[in-house]
C-alpha cells in the first residue's frame, strides 16, 4: 500500500509539474502563424532556421491557422490574451484585422531594414503595402494548373482561362475553391463580361445569376477545395484534370515532386501575402517579434524564400537576387507569378467590393452549392 | 416501552430526541452528505461547460454593439418614422457624426459595418469608407479654432480645461513616476465643465477613457481627436455663456471663442454623410439602423430559419439565399439514414454475438471494440483511402473488371461517402446496446414458440424481435443524437452534398465571423438534441447506458 | 444459433450459413478500413493510395520513413508532448470529481438526482460543436481561450460523463454493508473509503479514468477551437494533415494510435473480468 501511494504521489507531482514545463517554455518562445504546406517550408528554410542559428534561445512555435487568423485573434482580443506574436495573411484579412484595430500599425522605416543600396524600406516595398498595418512578404497568383496526360483531350491542352468551363472539349474532374471569390469573376469573364465591368455586373442579381449559371455548366464536375493543398493532391492523385490553387503550389508538384501537371497562365488572380502584428503584445514580446521582421523581411531574406517556393519577393531590391532553387538549381525567375511571360493577362482582385458582397454572396454560393 | 416514549406517545430515540424527528435528521444528514460529495463535481460542470452553453444561448439574440456605438444616434433615430419614406433630419446626421468620429477614433466602425452588413449589403464598406472621412469633419472646425488661438491644439490645455483639478494632480504625480507598468489615474470631469460643455466633455471622457485602457497613456500627452473640436462649437453655440463656468486663461480663451463661433464655417453633416457613401442618403440604411438599434434581436434567429428581419417586418429570405432549412432538412435525413444502416448492420452482429457461446463471442466483440476504441481521425482518414477514386475500392472494381479504369465511381465527397464513413464510426453504439439487450432474451422463448408449432420467422417476428425493440430503441437514439452533431468526418469526406448543420455553425464561428447566427444554428440544434436526449431518458433511462460491453 | 441441429432442413442449412456470411461481411466492413491503413503507413511513396510495388510485395516497396518522420519532426513531436501533458491532467480531474460525485450520486436519497444527472451527462449528449462554440465564446470572455488551462479543463468536462456512468454502473454491485461493518469496526470515512470502497470500485474507477483519458487524447473539435498554436495535440496535428499537407505519415500515427487502442482495450477487458470476478464474491 505504502508503494502505490508513494507511486501515486510522484505520478501526481509529474503532473502536477507538467503545466509549469509548458508555462516556462513559453517565455522564450514565438508563435509564428502561417499556411502551412509547401508555403510554410519555405518560411522555415529561409526564415525560422536562419532565426535559430542567430537566436537559439528563441523558440519558434508554428501552427497553420492562417485560414483562421480572424476569427481566432477576434476572440484573443476578446479575452484579452494574445498568444500568437505574428500572423501570416493575405492582404485582405490584413485589412479586416487593421479596420478592426486588431493589428498594430507599423512606420515601415522604422520597422523594416533599408535595402542594400539604402532605398527606404517604405519606397522597396512601394505599394504593396496596402495597408497601414501590412507588411508585404509576396506576391502571389491564384491560378490553374492541369495534367498533361489526359488521353480523352487528344493531345490539346488548355491555355485560356474559359477552357477550365470547356467540358467538351477538357472532359474530366475540376477542382475550385469553395467560396465565391475568384469562381464568380472567372465565370463572368468566360460567359463574355469585359475584365473592368466585372464587379459592376455582379453588385447586381441579374449578374449573379449569370456566373451562376455558366458555374452550374460544370457544377457536376467540380470538387471543392478549402485548404490550399487539396488540388496538388488531387491533381497528383488524378483525382481531378484541373484546378485552381495558390501557383506556388503547383510549382512544388510539378517541379519538385515530378508530377505530368502544367501552369495555365491566363486571368490569374494577382494576390499578396504578409504579416501583420496583433495589437495587445506585451512588450518583450512584441520587441522579439520585431526583432524577427526586421530579419526575416529583409532584401536578402525575401530572395532567399523564393529559392524555395515560386512566389515573387515583395521588394523591389530582392528581384534581382531571386536565383536559383536550393535543391534543383533550376532558374526561378520564370516560374514567378512576375514574370513578364507569365503576366500578360492577370486579374485584380477588389477587396472593398468584396468586404461588402461576401456575407450576401457567400450566403447565394452555399445555397447554390448545397442544391 | 414507556421510556421510549414521550408524552405525546411519540417514539423517543436513544439521545433523547423524538425518533421522527431523529430520523428526519440523519436524512437530511444523508441528503447533505450526497450533495457535499456532488457539489465540486456540479459546481465544476457548471462553469466549465454550462456557463459555455448559456453564454451561446445569449449571443444568439445579444445585440448591443449598434447601441454602444452609435448611443446619440440611436436615442435621436427613436422620433423618426422609418415608413415616412424620408431620410432622417440634420439632428440624426449630427449625432450619427458625433458617434462615428469616436468609433472610427476607437477602431469600432467597421466592426458595427460588418454586423450590419450582414443585413444589409453594403454597409460594410459604407462605415469603413465613412469612418475614414470623420477626422476631415473634425479638422474643418480644428482648423478654424487654431486660427483663432494656438492653445487650442495643445493637449494639456484640453486636459486642464475639462479634467478635475485633483485628477490633474495625481495626474503629473504618475508622469513624474514615469512607472510604464501601471495605468495612469482615472479621469474626472471638472465640476461646471459637464454643464456648460456636455458634449465636449462626454466625448473628452471618453477619449480620457480609451486611452487610459488601451495604450495606458495619459490625455496631456495625446494628440486631441478632431471631433473635439466639433464638439466645442456645437457647444459654443448652444451655450454663448460657456466661459463663465471657467476661470482664468480657460475662461478668457472660451469667450473669445464663444463670440468668434458664429461666424465660423459650419459644417453641414447630411452633406458631408452623403459625400463620403450615398448610402447615408438612403432610407433604407436608416431603416436598417433603427430596425437593429435594440439590444436583443430576433434576427439571427430569424436567418437561421431562412427568414429576415427587415425595416417593414418579417419575411422569408430571398429564394436564392434560402439554405439552413434544406441543412437542417438534410442534417435530419443523413442522420435518419446512418441510423437505419446502424440498425441494418448492426442487428445480425448483435444476434449473433448473444447467441454464440461466451468465448467466441468475445472473441468476436474485439472486432466490434477495436474500432470503437480507435480514434476518429484514423478512421476517417481510412475511409478516404478506401473511397476516392484511385483508392482501394476502385482499384480493387477496376482490377476485378467490374468498373472501367475510365469511369471510376465516385464515392468521397457526396453523400455517399458520409454516410458510409458515419455509418461505420457509429455502428458500434448501435451494436453495443442491442447486445445487452439480447444477452437477457432467454433462448427457450424462441423453442417453445417454435415447439408451438410457429415458422422460423413468426417465432423471431413475434416472440424475439418484440422483446429486442428496447435495444434498438437505445442504440437508434444514441446514433442519432451523435450524429446530428458531427463535424469532423462530414468535413473531411462529405463534399458539399454530404455536409451537417455542424460545418455551417464552424464555418460561421471560424471564416464568417457571424457568431451571433453560429450561436443561433447551434442553438436550433441543441434544443433538437435535448428533446432527443428527454425522450431516451424516458425510453431507456440515462442509468442504463453501457460503454464497451 | 449455438450449432446447427443434425435434423435441420436444407433452406435451414442455406439460411444458417448465408446468416453467418453475412455477419462475416458485417465484420469485414468494421474492421476492413482499420487493416488498410496499417500496410500503407509503410508505403516507401508519399502517397495516400496502394503503389504497384506494394501490391507485388516488392520489399522496396515498403519502408519505414514515414515512422522515422513521425519521431524526427518536431511538429509531431510537439503534438505527442501536447497530448501526454493535457490528457493525464485533464483525466485526474474528471476521475477525481467524478469518483466523488458518482459515490454521493449512489445514495440512497439525492435530492434533484434526475435533474443533477441530466447536467452531469450533458457533455456527452450535448454535440461537440456545440459545446466547442459555447467555450470558444465564454472562454474567450473569461481570458481562457488559447491557455493551457482552457483545454484542460474543457477536456476534463467532457470526460466527466463516462467517469459517472463506469462509476455508478460499478456502484450498482457495490455492497452498502461492507462500509457500515468497517465504520463499525472504528475506521473513519476516509480510511473506509480507500481500504474498503475504493479497492472495489476501481476496476470502474480505472475504465472511466481510461475513457475519459481517451476523450482527451482523440479530441479535435474542441481542441481546435479553445487551443492555440500551442496546445496543438496529436488529433490536431492530424486533422490538419488531412485537410493540409496530405503525408502518410498520419497512417504511421494512426497505425500507432491502433495499436495503443489495442493495449487499452486489453486493459479495459480485463479489468472488467476482475470488476465480475470482485462483486461475484460479496454478498448480494
Known amino acids: ?36 504546406g509547401a508555403y510554410q517550408v519555405s518560411q522555415t528554410k529561409a526564415y525560422f532556421e536562419p532565426y535559430q542559428k542567430l537566436h537559439p534561445e528563441v523558440k519558434i512555435i508554428t501552427d497553420e491557422s492562417s485560414n483562421e487568423a480572424v476569427a481566432k485573434l477576434r476572440a484573443m482580443n476578446e479575452a484579452g490574451n494574445i498568444t500568437w506574436d505574428l500572423v501570416d495573411v493575405t492582404a485582405a484579412d490584413a485589412m479586416r484585422l487593421c479596420d478592426e484595430g486588431l493589428a498594430l500599425e507599423y512606420d515601415p522605416d522604422e520597422l523594416l531594414a533599408d535595402a542594400p543600396d539604402g532605398t527606404p524600406a517604405s519606397e522597396d516595398f512601394g505599394d504593396l503595402i496596402v495597408s497601414d498595418c501590412f507588411i508585404p512578404q509576396i506576391v502571389y497568383s491564384i491560378t490553374f494548373g492541369y495534367r498533361s496526360d489526359v488521353a480523352e483531350w487528344n493531345g490539346k491542352e488548355p491555355d485560356d482561362i474559359c477552357d477550365v468551363f470547356d467540358l467538351k472539349t477538357f472532359p474530366g474532374q475540376r477542382s475550385l475553391e469553395k467560396r465565391p471569390i475568384n469562381n464568380m469573376e472567372w465565370a463572368l469573364l468566360c460567359d463574355g463580361v469585359a475584365k473592368e465591368d466585372i464587379y459592376d455586373v455582379l453588385a447586381t442579381n441579374e449578374g449573379q445569376d449569370r456566373a451562376f449559371a455558366k458555374l452550374d455548366t460544370i457544377k457536376d464536375s467540380v470538387v471543392w477545395w478549402s485548404a490550399g493543398a487539396d488540388t496538388p493532391q488531387l491533381l497528383a492523385d488524378g ?117 461588402d458582397y461576401r456575407d450576401d454572396l457567400d450566403a447565394k454560393f452555399q445555397a447554390w452549392l448545397a442544391k | 416501552m414507556s421510556d421510549t416514549t414521550d408524552a405525546a406517545g411519540r417514539i423517543i430515540s436513544a439521545d433523547g430526541r423524538p425518533l421522527k424527528s431523529s430520523l428526519n435528521r440523519a436524512l437530511r444528514r444523508e441528503k447533505l452528505r450526497a450533495l457535499a460529495l456532488i457539489a465540486p463535481l456540479l459546481i465544476f460542470v457548471l462553469i466549465t461547460f454550462i456557463a459555455p452553453i448559456a453564454d451561446m444561448l445569449f449571443r444568439s439574440v445579444e445585440n448591443d454593439i449598434v447601441s454602444n456605438t452609435m448611443p446619440r444616434t440611436v436615442a435621436s433615430l427613436r422620433d423618426w418614422d422609418s415608413t415616412s419614406g424620408e431620410v432622417p433630419g440634420a439632428g440624426v446626421f449630427e449625432s450619427a457624426y458625433f458617434d462615428l468620429a469616436v468609433a472610427a477614433q476607437k477602431k469600432l466602425h467597421s466592426q458595427l459595418g460588418t454586423r450590419l452588413n450582414y443585413e444589409l449589403t453594403g454597409m460594410s464598406s459604407m462605415f469603413r469608407r465613412t469612418g475614414r472621412r470623420m477626422d ?201 439514414t446512418i441510423m437505419f444502416s446502424c440498425i441494418a448492420l448492426g442487428y445480425p452482429v448483435a444476434w449473433l454475438l448473444a447467441n454464440l457461446p461466451a468465448r467466441s463471442a468475445n472473441l468476436l466483440l474485439i472486432l466490434v471494440l477495436l474500432p470503437f476504441w480507435t480514434s476518429l481521425l484514423v478512421r476517417t482518414s481510412a475511409w478516404k483511402v478506401l473511397l476516392q477514386q484511385q483508392g482501394v475500392i476502385n482499384d480493387t472494381l477496376v482490377w476485378i ?39 437477457t432474451i432467454p433462448p427457450s422463448y424462441l423453442r417453445a414458440a417454435k415447439s408451438l408449432g410457429a415458422t422460423n420467422w413468426t417465432a423471431f417476428w413475434r416472440v ?47 471564416s464568417s465571423l457571424n457568431w451571433g447566427l453560429a450561436a443561433a444554428l447551434g442553438t436550433i440544434l441543441l434544443v433538437v438534441v435535448l428533446a432527443l436526449y428527454w425522450a431516451y431518458d424516458r425510453i431507456v433511462g440515462i442509468d442504463n447506458v453501457k460503454l464497451g460491453g | 444459433m449455438s450449432g446447427l441441429p443434425p435434423y435441420a432442413s436444407t433452406g435451414q442449412r442455406i439460411w444458417y450459413y448465408a446468416f453467418r456470411v453475412i455477419c462475416g461481411l458485417i465484420f469485414f466492413f468494421l474492421i476492413a478500413p482499420i487493416l488498410t491503413i496499417i500496410p500503407l503507413s509503410f508505403n516507401a511513396e508519399d502517397f495516400f493510395t496502394f503503389t504497384p510495388g506494394m501490391l507485388a510485395f516488392e520489399a522496396d516497396a515498403y519502408s519505414l520513413k514515414h515512422y522515422q518522420d513521425f519521431l524526427t519532426s518536431p511538429d509531431w513531436q510537439a503534438a505527442l508532448r501536447n497530448s501526454l501533458s493535457i490528457a493525464p491532467v485533464a483525466t485526474l480531474l474528471s476521475v477525481s470529481f467524478g469518483t466523488l460525485a458518482a459515490i454521493g450520486l449512489s445514495q440512497d436519497h439525492v435530492p434533484f438526482r434526475r435533474a443533477i444527472m441530466a447536467i452531469l451527462i450533458s457533455p456527452m449528449i450535448v454535440p461537440l460543436i456545440i459545446s466547442a462554440a459555447g467555450m470558444y465564446f465564454f472562454y474567450s470572455r473569461i481570458g481562457l481561450q488559447g491557455t493551457y488551462v482552457g483545454v484542460v479543463l474543457a477536456h476534463a468536462a467532457l470526460g466527466i460523463p463516462f467517469v459517472i456512468i463506469t462509476v455508478t454502473a460499478t456502484l450498482v454491485g457495490f455492497d452498502r454493508s461492507l462500509t457500515r461493518a468497517s465504520a ?71 497505425t500507432i494510435l491502433v495499436a495503443i487502442s489495442v493495449v487499452l482495450l486489453t486493459v479495459v477487458e480485463l479489468l472488467r473480468r476482475r470488476s465480475e470476478r470482485l462483486r461475484g464474491m460479496s454478498p448480494g
Request: glycine share 6%; hydrophobic share 45%; proline share 6%.
Open chain 2, 401 to 439: 473488371g467490374l468498373v472501367n479504369d475510365t469511369d471510376r465511381l465516385v464515392l468521397i465527397n457526396n453523400q455517399f461517402g458520409t454516410i458510409v464513413a458515419m455509418t461505420h464510426i457509429l455502428l458500434p453504439f448501435m451494436i453495443l446496446p442491442l447486445y445487452s439487450v439480447m444477452k
Open chain 2, 136 to 336: 476631415d469633419v473634425g479638422e474643418v472646425y480644428m482648423d478654424q479654432f487654431a486660427a483663432l488661438d494656438q492653445a487650442w491644439e495643445s493637449p494639456e490645455v484640453w486636459a486642464a480645461m475639462i479634467g478635475d483639478a485633483d485628477w490633474l494632480a495625481s495626474e503629473k504625480a504618475w508622469a513624474k513616476a514615469q512607472n510604464p507598468g501601471t495605468p495612469p489615474p482615472a479621469f474626472e470631469v471638472k465640476e461646471g465643465a459637464q454643464a456648460a460643455l456636455p458634449l465636449t466633455a462626454a466625448l473628452y471622457k471618453d477619449f480620457a477613457a480609451y486611452l487610459r485602457l488601451n495604450d495606458g497613456d495619459s490625455p496631456t500627452q495625446e494628440e486631441p481627436w478632431p471631433v473635439f473640436y466639433a464638439a466645442l462649437y456645437t457647444d459654443l453655440i448652444n451655450r454663448p455663456d460657456a466661459a463663465t463656468a471657467f476661470s482664468g486663461a480657460d475662461a478668457q480663451r472660451l469667450q473669445t471663442s464663444a463670440a468668434a463661433v458664429t461666424n465660423f464655417e459650419a459644417v453641414d453633416y447630411k452633406a458631408a454623410f452623403v459625400k463620403a457613401d450615398d448610402g447615408w442618403g438612403q432610407v433604407n440604411t436608416w431603416a436598417t439602423i433603427k430596425a437593429f438599434s435594440p439590444k436583443y434581436t430576433p434576427g439571427y434567429f430569424l436567418n437561421a430559419v431562412d427568414m429576415q428581419k427587415t425595416p417593414q417586418g418579417i419575411s422569408a429570405q430571398p429564394e436564392s439565399q434560402q439554405i439552413y432549412i434544406l441543412l437542417f432538412k438534410r442534417t435530419l435525413f443523413l442522420s435518419l
Open chain 2, 464 to 510: 424475439y424481435f418484440p422483446q429486442s425493440v428496447p435495444g434498438i430503441g437505445a442504440g437508434s437514439i444514441l446514433v442519432f443524437i451523435l450524429s446530428i452533431g458531427y463535424y469532423i468526418t462530414p468535413e473531411l469526406v462529405g463534399g458539399t452534398t454530404g455536409t451537417f448543420i455542424s460545418n455551417r455553425i464552424a464555418y460561421h464561428i471560424s
Open chain 1, 1 to 36: 500500500m505504502t508503494f502505490s501511494r508513494l507511486s501515486i504521489l510522484s505520478i501526481t507531482a509529474t503532473i502536477a509539474a507538467a503545466p509549469l514545463a509548458v508555462a516556462q517554455d513559453m517565455a522564450n518562445s514565438m508563435t509564428i502563424i502561417s499556411w502551412g
Open chain 1, 239 to 355: 483525382e481531378v484534370v484541373i484546378g485552381s490553387t495558390y501557383n506556388g503550389r503547383l510549382f512544388s508538384v510539378i517541379v519538385e515532386q515530378n508530377q505530368p501537371v502544367k501552369m495555365l497562365w491566363d486571368a490569374q488572380v494577382y494576390d499578396l501575402d504578409g504579416w501583420i502584428i496583433p495589437t495587445g503584445l506585451p512588450a518583450d514580446r512584441l520587441a522579439r517579434v520585431k526583432d524577427f521582421v526586421y530579419f526575416a523581411t529583409d532584401t536578402q531574406r525575401l530572395a532567399d524564400q523564393a529559392a524555395y517556393i515560386s512566389y515573387g519577393p515583395a521588394r523591389a531590391s530582392s528581384a534581382p537576387l531571386v536565383g536559383k532553387h536550393a535543391d534543383l538549381g533550376i532558374d526561378m525567375a520564370p516560374h514567378m507569378p512576375t514574370d513578364p511571360a507569365n503576366a500578360t493577362n492577370t486579374f485584380l482582385q477588389n477587396y472593398e467590393w468584396w468586404a
Open chain 3, 184 to 254: 463499525s469496526m472504528g475506521a473513519n470515512p476516509v480510511t473506509t473509503f480507500f481500504k474498503v470502497q475504493m479497492p472495489l470500485i476501481l476496476p470502474g474507477v480505472i475504465s472511466g479514468g481510461l475513457f475519459a483519458f481517451i476523450t482527451s487524447f482523440d479530441e479535435v473539435v474542441v481542441v481546435l477551437f479553445v487551443g492555440s498554436a500551442a496546445q496543438k495535440t496529436l488529433p490536431w496535428q492530424m486533422f490538419i494533415g488531412l485537410r493540409e499537407q496530405i503525408s502518410p505519415t498520419i497512417l504511421a500515427v494512426a
